[in-house]
């Protein structure tokens, strides 16, 4: 896909950190990565991952996050959606430590 192809679709959940990053020449999405603290940008790790794949793997809610991407397009993200992408949440406990917990 051409890049002036690329910058016409929609960002969704499947859309790949290179394909922001190219998206964005001018860094917005690189420093958005940054401000959710995923190193992505920098580090060249999981370029080709999709944002929702990102978001799990940095302990992020997959919507917010693409929301705030999805924001840069029209001159965002506010700093409120910026601070609910970035939020934290728990990972899942190990099911055999949850099942454990039940078989005592």
């Known amino acids: 896909m051409s890049s002036s192809g690329a910058s016409d679709a929609p960002i ?4 790949t950190v290179v ?7 001018g860094g917005e999405a ?3 990565m940054a401000r959710l603290a995923w190193p992505c940008a920098h580090c060249s790790g ?7 794949m990102a ?3 940095h302990a992020n809610r997959a919507g917010p996050v693409v929301r705030a991407f999805q924001a840069l397009a029209h001159g ?13 949440h728990e990972k899942r406990a190990d ?3 949850l099942w454990a917990r039940y078989t005592r």
């Open 19 to 25: 394909e922001l990053l190219e998206r964005f020449p």
């Open 12 to 15: 969704t959940g499947s859309t």
């Open 55 to 57: 978001a799990k793997r």
């Open 30 to 32: 690189a420093d958005l």
């Open 95 to 97: 099911p055999a430590a």
């Open 76 to 88: 965002g993200p506010s700093e409120a959606e910026i601070a609910e992408a970035a939020a934290k």
């Open 46 to 52: 999981a370029l080709h991952e999709p944002i929702s």
